[in-house]
């Protein structure tokens, strides 16, 4: 709990920043996706030694989405990447920053981290309302000789919109013909049943925490930071596999990154053995035209410092690194 306080102090004090130095011609002003902001505050905060000061809201992808937009910041980040249509249409480029994991996190009296399993029925089942108690005869043929209670499952969700979810939800619609007709993947979904929203991964991580029987799904950084109990998944391949750096590399690896349409790449359900089945990317999103001379040129300065400097403190966290021969590419579009 102690270190969930201090996530929410990081955000707080960043945004705190952000609304001191907007317009700021020495710094850079960010905001959108959370979970990238983990390792992007440690960026940020080391780049700093040497370059301008980067502060960063993390509202969500769709927040972060609606000011780069209105070009109200200097970047956005975004786990929902854009097509080169809606690129084209706002006049933005993009480009992939990092790639991580979403776990499912419960909150079950007893139950150990990595201790309950689960795969795509009985996680669509949870969320759909299909299943509503945590000894489900579906949940219980998985997990022989884990005691699971009678009772009821509470669903924690994003309130915000989110590009966390939107991965979760595309999971849900490559799994299951009933969720992707019935609700589709989106930054913001319309929840069955009588769930509880939470802003940001902190904000599911922290509902989580505080509620028995629930289950949230938030990136891997959040649930390790704060020792959450994550649940193991059954892949496409039928293997089950933890979270960890190994199983995100896993499914990582099938991602073919272009420039020729603008980086898109969703990474969920990917095959492989070993391949974690809810694997995001968090992409970054820079206006072609900037409010203030020169400021594209210290954004791409930082990105390319990030890429080249970064690695440590993503692997740290369990991120997967953009590979070397991806982002030199990536730098080779920024001009």
Known sequence: MKQLVKLFIGIIACITLVSCSQGSSNGLTGAGSSFIYPVLSIWAKDYAKQGPEVNYQAIGSGGGLQQIYSKTIDFAASDMPLTLAQLKQHQLQQFPMIVGGIV?????TGVKNNQLKLNS???VGIYMGTIQYWDNKAIKSLNPGVKLPHNQIITIHRA?????TFNFSNYFTKVSSTWKSKYGANTVISWPGNGIGAKGNAGVASQVMQTPNSIGYVEYAYAKQNDMTMTKMQNRAGRTVAA????FTSAAKNAKWTASNGFYQILTNQPGANSWPIVATTFVLIPKTERTPLVKQKVFKFFTWCFKNGTTAASQLDYVAIPKSVYKSIIATFK
């Open 160 to 164: 915000d919109g989110s590009g966390t």
């Open 244 to 247: 960890n750096a190994a199983s």
């Open 104 to 108: 499912p996190v419960v909150n079950i």
């Open 121 to 123: 029925g009985t996680l």
